[in-house]
């Protein structure tokens, strides 16, 4: 990746909640054109992270960069590159989905025209166009997940940060988001999503970046994950290997 | 690995439902326990409060109704014995109307959207326990709060007649069987409204309908002619009667009380048997019904009525014409425009929203309704005060309108600009993600309360400047002089609520404790000193000789400078928050 353009760049990024650390001098890169997967126990910085990059939360030190804009002291052209998909999907419960699409591009500057083929090329690729004019408080999880990745994507963004995307949706769904995932990757976009999912970030993603207790413990593609984990073939087992896995064979105990 | 629990006894009915109104119980101490010491002093002087009024009415009512039964009083009003003996009838109906208006709410609150139906439907505890503790949960607070006034009168009733002793326990019984009849026929209709209407449509339609209503009757009850003479008194008297008809089992409740307290035991023992077994088989049939609806799932299936509804009449492309007409258009930024069509498309579409915006309108219109009712006219007083001091008087009431046109447009700037931010709750990531800067979210914000409340106040302030017959001129700088204050106290709400936002609230009522005591106090403090700068100077101007539009135009210049440092000042003083909000 020594060529491509770094979309995304952290450098020793820091979030302090009083004595906690929650980040804890986290550094790496995202470049256009990749997938990156983001992985890590609960509680262990990852939602922290990615809501510093996509500026819903000031880091305490260090430097957060997206589309080459700094996130803190440019935060509204950071911001203009950048979609997020939150791990919640909370949306105006008031809102259609229609409308709500509609209002994002007008928060992203698109214009009129575009804003309506765009909202409606979304509406009818994500399967929401029979509810696009009802109030999305009538949404069930998966189409309010749905309606928020379309948001993300209302304006075309060079990057793309998704927190958990495909919880809560049926297979027809997870499979649309992975198919668009990569082909906005292959379109040049800096992908980064975090997940529980390690199938999906073994198949999906071309590096990946274990945090636990806040720091980056791992980085790199899944062959140099290989090397770090002594042997271990699976990504299920590299992980567990890299953030503790000796509580599970007692509950494993526990359970017989 | 063994798939099954060895030694699971399957609890009874009544131990489930202690087990689970004592996890309410531990629910509410850790709160009291958490909570902050200012908090806690609270709830202990409310506790102590209910007691007071509790001895407070009791005493009250036994003065009252010794009164009543003094033997003099015949010879001056008419025999009342009717009206107290009618009165555990008229107090029985009105718990159990009481209690079925108020546990409605409380129930679909409780069985739709408290959100831990599911947890609790799928423990191994019988569903029936379930409801039953819900019942009670929903019952046990308004029926404290009608205890307070039902059980000292009672009480007091059965102490001056000197009644059997075996009075008082009937009268608790009487009352929470009652109680929990009615409960039960709540949750029966709330099975219902609920197959109909999606619960939380219906919550809000419900606080809605309450709200408002309620208002409506408390403002409007002030232009009623109630002087308390005796035919008014006669009257009313006649109507409470009307309670005790032999046909109602509520009565029947209430007669066996009377009856029971006067020793007559076999009408007695008749009619409480009967309105008791008549109230339990009302609570047992309403809540197997209820608990078989909502197992079956026929409470919870929604038709598609609506859906369809919302389809035919909204068309895309009828959304799309209306924003290209926007007149807005041209002036605004599409960013803060956007944010005040979705802002205006949620406060029109939330019927909580609508209700709080209603209520300063309802009282506007009383107080207009009042104010052209006296004419605009000054006080006439006992004619001791200096002439110089009634022809003031006489000028400020001139501008009355402009007074109530501030009065209305404060209020709904302290719902509108106060929860500015707080409206958008757990929603904000949507804006703080968005590519806007801090000084366009508080334009947008800023102008989403400020146009809607400026535009009904410059409609009111015209009305009442045609009905009283004011001059264009006046028309004009009354105007003016609103649109001004409005802006000041715009701004400085908005700035109070953007640095108190809270988007964790699960409540709507609770977005607008975000401009605190001190924006409170701010924003009330602001709106009599704005008021005074535009109208000393006319007012001196008539007093010293001057003309009045030399005055106003004065009054105008320094009020309008107080308004502008009101907007630019706090506003920018809280920019920087921006950025930083919602953060821990």
Redesign the interface.
């Known amino acids: 990746m020594s060529g491509a353009t770094v979309l995304i760049e952290t450098s020793h990024l820091v979030k302090r909640?009083g004595e906690k650390m929650a980040v804890d001098d986290v550094s790496f890169q995202v470049y256009g054109g990749e997938i990156f997967g983001f992985l890590g126990p609960n509680g262990a910085g990852k939602t922290t992270t990615i809501k510093m990059i996509?500026?819903?939360?000031?880091p305490s030190g260090g430097i957060v960069k997206v589309g080459g804009y700094d996130v803190v002291q440019q935060?509204?052209?950071?911001?203009?590159a950048?979609g997020?998909v939150?791990d919640?999907p909370?949306?105006?419960?008031?809102?259609?989905g229609?409308?709500l699409l509609?209002?994002?591009g007008?928060?992203?500057?698109l214009d009129?025209a575009q804003m309506?083929r765009r909202s409606?090329e979304l509406l009818r690729l994500f399967d929401l166009v029979d509810a696009?004019?009802?109030?999305t408080?009538?949404y069930s999880h998966g189409m309010k997940q749905k309606t928020s990745l379309a948001?993300a994507l209302v304006h075309d963004p060079k990057v793309l940060v998704l927190d958990e995307p495909t919880v809560g949706l049926d297979p027809k769904s997870a499979r649309l988001i992975k198919d668009i995932l990569r082909q906005m990757a292959e379109r040049g976009a800096a992908v980064m999503l975090s997940t529980h999912i390690l199938e999906i970030a073994q198949n999906m993603c071309d590096r990946i970046g274990i945090i636990d207790k806040g720091k980056l413990v791992a980085a790199g593609t899944m062959d140099e994950l290989r090397q770090l984990g002594q042997g271990e073939s699976s990504l299920e087992d590299i992980f567990l290997g890299l953030t503790g896995g000796a509580e599970y064979a007692e509950i494993a105990e526990v359970?017989? | 690995?063994n798939y099954g629990p060895p030694f699971f006894h399957e609890p009874g009915l009544w131990l489930s439902v202690w087990k689970l109104l004592r996890l309410r119980l531990v629910i509410m101490m850790n709160g009291f326990r958490r909570a902050k010491i200012g908090v806690k002093i609270g709830y202990t002087a409310a506790a102590l409060g209910f007691l007071a009024i509790l001895g407070f009415i009791l005493f009250i009512s036994i003065s009252l109704l010794l009164l009543l039964r003094s033997p003099q009083l015949p010879t001056e009003f008419g025999d009342i014995t009717s009206l107290l003996e009618s009165a555990p009838t008229i107090l029985v109906s009105i718990s159990a109307i009481g209690i079925l208006m108020t546990s409605f709410s409380v129930l679909l609150q409780a069985l739709y959207l408290s959100g831990d139906m599911d947890f609790l439907m799928s423990a191994p505890i019988p569903i029936r326990a379930v409801f039953i503790s819900k019942l009670i949960q929903a019952v046990l607070p308004n029926f404290c709060l009608m205890g307070l006034f039902t059980l000292p009168i009672l009480y007091g009733l059965g102490i001056s007649g000197g009644y059997n002793f075996l009075y008082y326990p009937f009268v608790i019984i009487v009352l929470v069987m009652i109680s929990l009849a009615a409960a039960a026929l709540a949750s029966l209709l709330v099975m219902v409204a609920a197959r109909f209407f999606?619960a939380?449509r219906l919550a809000e339609l419900l606080g809605f309908i309450v709200g408002t209503g309620f208002f409506i009757f408390s403002q409007t009850s002030r232009f009623v002619n109630f002087e308390g003479s005796n035919q008014q008194m006669a009257g009313l008297l006649k109507m409470t009667t009307r309670f005790n008809q032999p046909w109602s089992p509520l009565a029947w409740a209430g007669r066996g009380l009377i009856y029971l307290g006067n020793n007559n035991w076999l009408p007695a023992a008749g009619l409480l048997v009967l309105s008791l077994v008549l109230a339990g088989g009302v609570f047992y049939a309403a809540l197997t019904t209820s608990e078989r609806l909502y197992y079956t799932g026929w409470s919870s299936l929604q038709n598609n009525r609506r859906?369809q509804k919302?389809?035919t009449t909204?068309?895309?492309e009828k959304?799309?014409l209306r924003?290209?007409q926007n007149p807005l258009a041209g002036f605004i930024p599409?960013?803060i425009?956007?944010?005040m069509?979705?802002d205006l498309?949620?406060y029109r579409?939330?019927l909580r929203n609508i209700s709080r915006l209603l209520t300063p309108l309802i009282l506007g219109v009383v107080y207009a309704i009042g104010l052209i009712q006296s004419g605009g006219q000054g006080f006439g007083g006992r004619g001791e005060a200096p002439s110089w001091f009634m022809q003031a008087i006489d000028a400020v009431l001139i501008y009355a309108d402009v007074a109530l046109a501030l009065f209305l447009g404060w209020m709904l700037v302290a719902n509108l600009a106060g929860s500015g931010f707080s409206q958008e709750?757990?929603?904000f990531?949507?804006?703080?993600?968005?590519?806007?800067?801090a000084r366009q979210l508080l334009t947008a914000k800023f102008l989403v309360s400020y146009l809607p409340t400026v535009l009904v106040c410059s409609i009111y302030v015209l009305i009442l400047q045609i009905l009283k017959g004011g001059t264009l001129v006046s028309a004009v700088i009354s105007l003016l002089a609103v649109a001004f204050a409005l802006a000041g106290v715009t701004g400085i709400y908005l700035a109070f609520g953007t640095v108190g936002a809270k988007f964790d609230w699960e409540n709507p009522a609770q977005m607008n404790r975000a401009v605190g005591c001190l924006g409170s106090i701010a924003g009330m403090l602001f709106m009599p000193v704005c008021f005074t700068l535009f109208i000393a100077p006319p007012l001196l101007a008539g007093l010293l000789g001057f003309p009045t539009i030399a005055g106003q135009l004065v009054g105008l210049l320094l009020g309008g400078a107080a308004c502008t440092a009101a907007v630019v000042i706090p506003l920018g003083i809280v920019e920087k928050r921006v950025?930083?909000l919602?953060?821990?």
Request: aromatic fraction near 8%; hydrophobic fraction near 45%.
């Open positions: 909640y996509a500026g819903l939360l000031h935060p509204v052209l950071a911001k203009a950048c997020y939150p919640e909370n949306l105006y419960a008031k809102l259609t229609r409308e509609r209002f994002v007008n928060l992203y500057g009129k309506a409606e696009a004019d009802d109030t408080d009538s948001a359970l017989k | 690995m999606p939380r859906k919302i389809k909204r068309p895309a959304t799309v924003q290209a599409a960013p425009r956007a944010i069509v979705k498309l949620v579409r939330d709750g757990k929603n990531w949507i804006l703080k993600a968005a590519p806007i800067g950025a930083m919602n953060e821990a």
